[in-house]
């Protein structure tokens, strides 16, 4: 299998990845920050579910897809730039409840780790960003490139779940102070409204490369 050495190096590599600005992390932070840290930690969850989806495809070919068909990059995009478009337009519309009935306990579990998978899986950027990522780090030498992929995919979820996890924490905390004021909840569901087209308007500008 691949040498110890170059499993630390990815590690940390990708540890590096995921604290560098990113659509994935930004997403993270304001949803736990708009509905707490258990909203983040579920979010994470479900991005990293969507990582498994993209580690399947590099292993098994289907990234390739997304890098060479112009029609499926620009399909799944424009899925992903839609449903982030629909979560700003929530994220304007949201009251501005505090106490026992503020919108971190109505949103359930479900909800919020589906709302991971899918700002994930609808990115063909994660998928083309993988196939060039993962290969870099397997040597046929060392054994089945399969498992090779998986087993660094796996790695670069744990790195992930790692930072994120951070991330909620922290961004929860801070949230937390905002959420027991009904004008800066009002602020930060502007705030996280505007993040969110943002992030549609970047997705549906990507280009393959």
Known sequence: MIDPNILLMFFTTSVLL????????LF????????????????????????????AAVTFGLAALFKTSAAAFTVL???GA??????????FRAGTETGPTAAADRLGTGTLYRR?????????????????????F????KGPLPLQLLL?????????????GAISLLAGIFGEKF?????????????????FAGLALKLALAQRV
């Open 18 to 25: 995921a604290l560098s600005p990113g659509p994935d992390n």
């Open 28 to 55: 993270v932070m304001t949803q736990a920050a708009q509905q707490g840290r258990k909203a983040g930690l579920l979010v994470t969850l479900g991005l990293c579910t969507g990582l498994l989806a993209h580690t």
């Open 77 to 79: 995009k424009f899925a």
């Open 82 to 91: 839609g449903y982030l478009l629909y979560l700003a337009v929530l994220s």
């Open 116 to 136: 991971g998978i899918i700002m994930n899986i609808t990115n063909p950027k994660v998928s083309i960003f993988f196939l060039a990522f993962l290969p870099q």
């Open 138 to 141: 397997a040597d046929p030498a």
């Open 152 to 164: 660094l995919g796996g790695i670069f979820i744990v790195a992930t779940i790692i930072v994120f």
């Open 179 to 195: 959420r027991k004021s009904a004008f800066a909840q009002k602020v930060l569901n502007r705030a996280a409204g505007g993040i």
